[in-house]
């Protein structure tokens, strides 16, 4: 048996990499193993949307993805000529108003490269493959390529390891949904003639729906519904004519495909457990939720449970913060969120795949006049961009969400401009925003490895907040009003007394 590792991950795709790296960041040792060979060769999860690359901001990542990845401002629906709406991404309110395309398999290679510049390697061909949980920690069986196998003892697991999760099955999880009826075709292939290239393209047919996404120059995916699935005589891959004829079919003509890298056939599921934490043993990512590809979101959704979780892990570990409220915290907070982004992308799906004339054009009509409101406009680009994700209802708020001034806690905090991202560097603390104070530096000295050294401005005259590493809203409270700055800290970290 190996000695004691603090962290093991089970699975090295994009959500346990980002994970690996965070925690890497923080100081705390981690093992990442991967049971398949190499990383994917597939396009598979295509966008990296604005709140994650805010995240990647902290981590120090994102620069690479910005230059590798196709900058998307824009997402359209039409009925073949016909347009119904444009949705333009310029005008969120983030540094990154796009929607940032980019394969996955690109997006493994650079997190994978940024791991291993903090020094640690995905341990490949290495699967997990039981686990026995104490109150203390998680013994683990790994088996190699060779059969031979490896007892590992682990202050936690985390098991990023996918819709068929071993951690999940392991613990014996119950991961409720359903399979949607449809079958649907997917490729990744050469295409020209496409209207809007770099951007979006979503078109409504009486038959079904087509979208197409850019991934490089010239290189799209396109997904389309393919009819009714029949469990007993599963459809075949698609052929490059039949992505053709649903292109001819559905699109406004004069799309044509080419020189294939993915055909496949697959299916929507909506599945979801109900807690993401038991004991000493986190899901994150796919082992915790699956849904609809509409609108992106579930790598995206994954990856920041990993951002959610590292920083709480981090200061559990080091002793800085207790396991409750602060570990605790992750799965209600992160469940709720895939809560939402289940029934968001399962409302977009029904709405694409709508049949009847009648409905249809109800349907294209309201769609129309909802995206030609500003208001409706930002909703849906916020929830997209995933900069309206919010946690009101968190066991870490002070307690005073929806009282204090804004941004209120639980609110995502603003990005300035000329600010280092509040949870940057090697140690993940908290930022306090007002005016300063006495009582400031007495609580960084108290507090010196959960609180940041300098104090930054106020978001608005009146007001001190206190920001989580992941740029959340703690506290918000009314200016000089230290105390509830103390008997939060307190109550973090297990400590009583008057600074």
């Known amino acids: 048996m190996n000695p004691k590792t603090e962290v093991l991950i089970a699975g090295a795709g994009p959500v346990g990499l980002t994970l690996a790296a965070e925690l890497t960041r923080y100081g705390v040792s981690v093992r990442i193993v991967e049971k398949n060979a190499q990383r994917t060769d597939k396009s598979k999860a295509l966008v990296v949307w604005s709140r994650t690359l805010e995240l990647m901001d902290r981590l120090g990542c994102s620069e690479n993805f910005l230059a590798t990845g196709l900058k998307s401002a824009a997402a359209n629906i039409s009925a073949g000529t016909e347009p119904i709406a444009r949705i333009s991404f310029e005008n ?63 202050s936690w697991l985390v098991g990023c390891d996918g819709a068929h999760s071993t951690v999940r099955h392991q613990l014996g999880m119950e991961f409720e949904g359903s399979t949607q009826a449809s079958d649907w075709l997917l490729a990744d292939t050469r295409i020209s003639g496409v209207p809007h290239p770099n951007e979006i393209s979503a078109f409504w047919h009486s038959e079904g729906v087509l979208i197409i996404f850019p991934i490089t120059p010239g290189r799209y995916r396109v997904i389309a519904d393919s009819g009714v699935a029949d469990p007993s005589h599963p459809r075949p891959d698609p052929t490059l004519e039949e992505v053709q004829a649903v292109l001819d079919q559905r699109g406004p003509g004069g799309i044509k495909i080419s020189d294939p890298i993915w055909l496949a056939t697959f299916h929507i599921n909506e599945r979801k457990v109900a807690d993401y934490q038991s004991g000493h043993v986190f899901l994150v990512g796919d082992a915790a939720h699956i849904h609809s590809p509409a609108g992106g979101q579930g790598m995206n959704t994954g990856m920041q449970d990993a951002f959610n979780l590292a920083w709480k892990l981090a200061l559990v570990i080091d002793g800085t913060c207790a396991e409750s409220p602060v570990l605790a915290s992750y799965s209600p907070e992160r469940s709720a969120v895939g809560d939402q982004v289940l029934k968001a992308a399962g409302r977009f799906t029904d709405v694409a795949i709508l049949k009847g004339a009648v409905k249809q054009s109800v349907r294209n009509h309201l769609a129309s006049f909802l995206c030609g409101l500003a208001p409706f406009r930002k909703i849906a680009v916020d929830m997209m961009e995933e900069v309206s994700i919010n946690y009101p209802d968190s066991p870490l708020n002070a307690g005073g969400a929806r009282k204090g001034p804004h941004p209120v806690e639980g609110e995502r905090a603003p990005v300035r401009e000329a600010e280092q991202p509040v949870g940057a560097g090697e140690k993940p603390r908290f930022a306090l925003c007002g005016e300063t104070s006495e009582t400031f530096a007495k609580l960084v000295a108290q507090y010196p490895n959960l609180l940041e050294p300098s104090l930054r401005k106020p978001y608005r005259d009146g007001g001190l907040w206190l920001v989580r590493p992941d740029g959340y809203v703690a506290l918000s409270t009314k200016a000089g009003d230290w105390d509830a700055v103390t008997a939060y800290l307190g109550r973090i970290t297990k400590e009583s007394g008057a600074v």
């Open 92 to 154: 969120a309110d983030t540094h990154y108003p796009f929607a940032l395309m980019i394969a996955q398999s690109e997006t493994e290679r650079l997190l994978e490269e940024f791991l291993n510049k903090l020094g640690v390697q995905v341990e490949r061909t290495v699967e997990l493959t039981t686990l026995t949980k104490s109150p203390t920690g998680v013994t683990s069986t790994l088996r190699y390529a060779d059969s031979h196998e490896e007892t590992i003892e682990s």
